[in-house]
């Protein structure tokens, strides 16, 4: 059985219609051993796809072949996501990132939430010793 890569990839749910799929490995964006592929490319048992969605790039190993779309509950017996730790690592550090800023489109601050961003910045500058006796009358 032969099977086209967007086919599959929305069939195991890794794309929510076919066109997006298909748009996606027309954009390079789907590879296969280093090489872009065309949705017209079909896989095998045991190839593994890799989907680049900045900045990461996902890989996924194909277990088997499928047609249609599946539940949620049997992807797994389809494919398996064999990303590298350091992707996965990168992911989690932009959702870290991700907390430090507004969501776009809140606006503003309020003074409550202003007045709470400022009491993580201190003003003193850190080189200023408080307790040296400045003496400008000296000569070195």
Do not use: H
């Amino acid at each position: 059985m032969e099977v086209r890569i967007d086919k599959w990839m929305w069939s195991v749910r890794l794309f929510k219609t076919r066109s997006l799929a298909a748009e996606a490995c027309k954009k390079g964006k789907v590879l296969m051993q280093g090489q872009r592929v065309k949705p017209s490319k079909t896989i095998a048992v045991n190839d593994v796809i890799q989907i680049r969605r900045a900045p990461i790039l996902y890989s996924f190993k194909v277990l088997a072949l499928a047609q249609n779309r599946m539940n949620a509950r049997m992807v797994p017996d389809f494919m398996q996501q064999v990303t590298s730790p350091e992707q996965l690592q990168l992911l989690d550090l932009l959702k870290l990132d991700k907390t430090a800023y507004r969501e776009k489109g809140t606006g503003r601050p309020t003074k409550k939430e202003r007045r709470d961003m400022e009491s993580y910045v201190d003003d003193t500058p850190y080189f200023i010793d408080d307790d040296y006796e400045w003496n400008f009358d000296e000569e070195d």
